[in-house]
């Protein structure tokens, strides 16, 4: 069993470490030990069935994108992720839907794809991308054997992994909340697997491959669902599968301990556990492991462990634009080291997940921080583009010599097609649908419907005792700081708002009433609406913040954007998609200085108004934000690797001339930027 496999390869560090860790490694053992049998004595004394949710999320296409944020969605359609079915042979010519394309034996190509059209194609109603994962549900339903197995493998000798279901169960459950009659189809299939699935993973874990090993709370997630709304008089398989999905999976709640937890780059430590749990994405998705297993176990410990281990990760690899750094596996606090986009939209997803688990505001504000920042600046404006690594400071995007990755080739941060690794080309469109889905969530009760994500949305959906709720949102959010919200409905009922932690000085106004101080509970502010129309005016100011950052560098904040010196650039086409012109491999370089200090106490906030009341489309692009900061700056001597990468900022630079004034930008729209500056002191 993999407790077996955990606990033999811990042993085998001890038996092989001399450089006198034996007493780290056997308190280890000693606490994996422990943990085991802690967990075995939870499943017999544990309550029965699920425990709540502190929040539940709303059904697919109840939340819809409205203003710039809708055009972003549109913006991403007409990109890559919408076509990708028309040229891109792992999904166009996809093994899920018949085809021979697929990337490795996870089998993960069609269903990461299928996982973010999904929320893509329900969002905008957009009729092509329907019925393309219209048919991709239907081949895969019409094709599960006799054994129950769904997938690639059927009638084939390829191996029968689990973990490439996962992203297809998501995207199947998605498209039961929007079309609820599927469900007759979907849930019965889901049935049959987890039967099947029940029985390999009693039979020694067949199935676990590594990946699966980390990667278990997904169909925990699956299940779940299941059990909530379609449990079928299922529930103690379902409960059982949940637990031997844990048991033969690795033991995160272990793995996000402080004891053993990294606190610096990876790539010359030793993994007490199995290597994986170190890999970046995996890390992302492992954010949601332990939520998943409070629902079945009750036990507080495994909230406790989830939220710690979150902090930790941010605390030791985070990064100024909400991510942490993991060019495959954690890279800590250095601004050169990357940030691959698959874990930039898992780790969105798992922190909407976490907060409705658990309720705690940070994962909202963390979240909302990635989205607006990290997310948009990985890929180009027109989102035909994506790297494979973003950097904090990147001064150029091409194929990198010397390269700065341990772990990943020199071509990693180009924006490309596929650059590295296809994973992220399938698996990125997730992100803005998944993050608009989960903007609004309800009271368990369903009495109260929240507002999480802050943002221009719609929402029609109804609470608790048939009440009818219609919200409107109007807001340039996060390029402005009011949001206009008007509600209908047909009953009273209680209205919720977050308001972020860098909010200062904001104000509510009812129905044209004067403003008043927020007053958030646990960062909600509570509206009681009344029937009928019902009017807010939020202001939601924020300060300029500095952000400390290795060897003597700062970031620059303002509300949920971080910001960065954006590089003038040069553009060189690498390569291009033969079937799809658009489709294409980007060189940047660098066409202008770069090596500057700031003088933090000189930041200024500049924000108008756009032209029109609405942001340039595509926003996140070099100069489109309606937002910027300036800073009083100087150029200094700053070291280069080649002309790839920078060196760590300068601790107390000198400066080289005369002071200047720069600009800096939203982060999400620079491709080229620097994001931690030295500093000096102008006056």
Known sequence: MPQARVLGEAAGVVASNSDGTFTMIWSLLVSLIASFAARGLASDQAPSGLAPKKFLNIPLGKVKPAGWLHDQL??????????????????????????????????????????????????????????????????????????????????????????????????????????????????????????????????????????AATRWEDFVMTLQWLYDFHPDEKEDLLIDTMKMLKYTGDPWEDVFNEQYFPKVAVETLRNPFPVLTWHGVNMAEGLKALPATYRFTHNQSDLDAASKGWDLLFQYHGRPSGIYAADEYLAGLEAVRGTELCLVVETMFSGSFLYQVIGDPKFADRVERITYNALPATLTGDMWSRQYLQQQNQIAAKNMNPNPFPNDGPYSNVFGLEPNYPCCTVNHPQGWPKFISNAFVTTPDQKSLVHVYLG???????????????????????????????????????YQIRIPSWVKGGTIAINGGAARPVSPSNGLHAVSVKPGTTKIELYLPSDITVESRPHGSVAVHRGPLHYAFDIARSSKVLARNAQQPLAVDLEFDATGAWQYAIDPATLTFHGEAPKGGKPPSPVFDAGQPPFTITATACQIDWAVAGDTFAAAPPTNPACKGPTTNITLWPFGATKLRIGEFPTFEST
């Not at 019409?142 to 169960?169: A, I, M």
């Not at 609470?463 to 219609?470: F, G």
């Open 456 to 494: 221009p949305f719609s929402v029609d959906t109804t609470l608790a005792n048939d009440n009818k709720v219609s919200v409107a949102v109007d807001t340039l959010y996060p390029f402005g700081d009011t949001l206009s919200t008007t509600i209908r409905a047909e009953k009273a009922f209680t």
């Open 74 to 211: 549109v913006v991403q359609t007409n990109g890559l992720a919408g076509h990708e079915h028309e040229f891109y042979d792992y999904v166009s010519q996809s093994d899920w839907i018949g085809g021979n394309s697929y990337y490795s034996n996870l089998e993960e190509a069609g269903s990461y794809w299928f996982n973010g059209m999904v929320p893509n194609g329900i969002l905008l109603d957009d009729p092509t991308i329907k019925s393309q994962v219209q048919q991709f549900l239907d081949y895969v339903l019409d094709h599960q054997d006799s054994t129950g197995w769904l997938g690639p493998e059927v009638n084939t000798t390829k191996p029968r992994y689990l973990w490439g279901r996962y992203p297809f169960f998501f995207g199947a459950i998605q498209m039961v909340e929007a079309n609820p009659a599927l469900a007759d189809r979907v849930v019965p299939a889901l049935h049959r697997f987890v039967a099947l699935a029940n029985k390999m993973l009693h039979n020694g874990g067949e199935g676990v491959d590594d990946w």
